[in-house]
């Protein structure tokens, strides 16, 4: 993409809140890999216009995506998988910081692995995967 067309882009996306900048530098400062401003706006404009009532999320690291994804659609249940112990931990611990414990379920396992688990809780409306890129096709 054109730097000048990206830039121009960036600089319409909202300003995030103190609560998604605090998760926005502990990701930064501990490489944890989140989503890039531009993709997730667009994954949230894409969401908005669906309107799913329940999403799959496989890669929930610190809980950012989901907690985004559940700010901008307050009627959608999120079904997120993680398989980092440490990472599940933050980002049960950020749900919770949110409000959203409620609406956001963390599961500990291996999105492969666990398929079965996972399926008990669908349909799913919306399936996004963001976990080991080499894995896509299997996931």
Known sequence: ???????????HIPKSTPFFEELEVYAKEHEVPI????????????LDIQKPKRILELGTAIGYSALKMADKLPKTEIITVERDEERFKQAIHN???????????????????GSEEILTYGPFDA?????????????
């Open 95 to 113: 749900i919770e910081r949110y409000g959203a414990s409620d609406r956001i379920k963390v599961l500990l396992t291996d999105a492969i692995e």
């Open 1 to 11: 993409m054109n730097d000048i067309i990206h830039d121009y882009l960036l600089k």
């Open 127 to 139: 399936i996004f995967i963001d976990a080991a890129k080499a894995q896509y096709e299997k996931f």
């Open 35 to 46: 989503m890039e401003p531009d993709s997730l706006h667009c994954l949230l404009q894409i």
